[in-house]
């Protein structure tokens, strides 16, 4: 069965500091789908970023970075020169290939950005 | 673009009561996923539906169903409401599925039941 576990259930950091937000994952399919959301204060949750199993290259996007490593079952977030705005609910989610259509959701990181 | 709306944002019932929520996906997307999300269990996958099929559905209750309409509005029903059944439903669109098209989530309707 699928399953994603975020180990960090809060995490906070003064403004400027780089913050890690990990994710491991089990499934036992070989294609899947690995994603990151963002849930502000406002609640609306924001879509980050989807990598396919057969990606494993790491991807950036201004500050924030993301770690992909098959061997550990891991898709870790990094914000580097982290900001207040950045204070939010982050959830790893993953879903199986096969039509599935199905996310399956960790419990989630709330990161507190403080000034 | 109008983004994923929710109607109603609030709704307040009383245990065994039914209830209805509606959602209106984005122009032109087909999929619509309906979410649970509580302190407790975090965001649940209740069902996904393309075309006015379900396709998906997640491990609730016989209580909890939904369906899609041609112009691809989606709403979801609870039935004999539990007090447990207090949470934020969400319900999140995208052009063919959440797996392969980015998911756009509305912005939640707070279910209370007293």
């Known amino acids: 069965a699928q399953k994603v576990t975020q180990a960090q259930t809060e995490i906070s950091v003064v403004e400027k500091e780089d913050v890690t937000l990990d994710c491991v994952y089990e499934?036992?399919?070989?294609?899947?789908?690995l994603f990151w959301y963002k849930q502000p204060p406002s609640g609306e949750l924001v879509f980050l970023i989807r990598?396919?199993?057969?990606?494993?290259q790491n991807e950036i996007s201004g500050r924030y970075s993301w770690n992909f490593q098959k061997s550990t079952s891991s898709f870790n977030f990094t914000i580097t020169a982290s900001q207040v705005v950045d204070s939010a609910v982050y959830f790893c989610?993953?879903?199986?290939?096969?039509?599935?259509?199905?996310?399956?959701f960790g419990k989630g990181t709330k990161l507190t950005v403080n000034p | 673009k109008a983004g994923v709306t929710q109607t109603p944002r609030y709704l307040i019932k009383t245990r065994g009561q039914q209830v209805t929520l509606s959602c209106s996906p984005i122009?032109?997307?087909?999929?619509v996923s309906w979410y649970q999300q509580t302190p407790g269990q975090g965001l649940q996958f209740l069902f996904e539906?393309?075309?006015?099929?379900?396709?998906n559905k997640g491990n609730f209750p016989g209580r909890f169903s939904g369906r899609q309409f041609s112009n691809s509005r989606s709403e979801m029903n609870v039935s004999t409401l539990e007090l447990g059944d207090s949470a934020l439903y969400l319900c999140?669109?995208?052009?063919?599925?959440?797996?392969?098209?980015?998911?756009?989530f509305g912005p939640g309707t707070r279910l209370t039941v007293l």
């Open positions: 999140a669109s995208s052009l063919t599925g959440p797996s392969t098209d980015t998911q756009y």
């Open positions: 499934t036992r399919d070989t294609t899947y789908y």
């Open positions: 990598r396919n199993s057969f990606d494993e």
């Open positions: 989610a993953l879903s199986e290939f096969a039509g599935s259509e199905k996310l399956v």
């Open positions: 122009s032109g997307h087909r999929s």
């Open positions: 539906y393309f075309s006015e099929t379900q396709r």
